[in-house]
């Protein structure tokens, strides 16, 4: 059974920009989550989408986007790039909501320069 | 709110020692308690969960953890280190609405010595 898979793997982008994350779940998970992570702040909750409609969303401003499609897969969209938006995006995907925990990819390192 | 708490950003141990890593947790709803282990430059993987029923909660290579309701704990152990284990760890909470969103640790990370 393949595993959440995100792409890409690695990012550089250029202040100012915008960038798109894709993150394909667990087959038969319709709950998708994402998550920063940063040496400064940690693990941070963006948000959660399940069943096209996003359930939850995290403290970040309103250049961080998302959105889930028919088949579960999600995308996240940042737009105009700050150097701070340098991270490690992480993926999850669940069954259940993350009653019981979520699987994670193995993320998108993004960089902005 | 919740929120979590780990001792210690570093722990290390001698191969063969016990591990411990320390989480403590804040909730003002029954808690659902995880631990998950990070290899570099990849995602986290779920080593055990609590959400309901044993306090005493066995995962993956040989960890375990024990949650205790009156000192807000879900300490992390294994009796005996391996060189492979030296990784990230972090413990999260959820449960506090029903989106089931993590709350995670500064995390630990675990250093294994020859």
């Known amino acids: 059974k393949a595993g959440v898979t995100q792409t890409p793997r690695y990012l550089i982008k250029t202040r100012g920009q915008q960038v798109t994350l894709s993150c394909s779940p667990i087959?038969?998970?319709?709950?998708v989550s994402w998550y920063q992570q940063t040496p400064g702040q940690g693990l941070q909750f963006l948000f959660e989408y399940f069943s096209e409609t996003q359930r939850n969303k995290g403290n970040f401003p309103g250049r961080f986007s998302g959105r889930q499609f028919s088949n579960s897969r999600s995308e996240m969209n940042v737009s105009t790039l700050e150097l701070g938006d340098s991270a490690l995006y992480l993926c999850a995907s669940s069954p259940d909501r993350g009653r019981y925990g979520y699987t994670f990819g193995s993320g998108t390192r993004l960089t902005v320069v | 709110a919740q929120s979590v708490t780990q001792l210690g950003s570093h722990v290390s141990v001698s191969e063969g020692a016990l591990v411990l890593l320390r989480c403590n947790y804040s909730?003002?709803?029954?808690?659902?308690l995880f631990w998950y282990v990070q290899y570099p430059n990849q995602g986290l993987q779920l080593l055990l969960k609590y959400t309901t029923g044993a306090t005493l909660v066995k995962g993956i290579n040989g960890f375990e953890a024990e949650f205790k309701k009156s000192e807000t704990s879900f300490h992390l152990t294994k009796p005996s280190a391996h060189m492979s284990d030296a990784a990230e760890y972090f413990c999260a909470v959820s449960g506090a609405d029903s989106s089931y969103k993590l709350i995670f640790g500064s995390g630990t990370r675990l250093l294994v010595r020859p």
């Open positions: 909730s003002s709803v029954p808690p659902y």
């Open positions: 087959s038969g998970h319709r709950s």
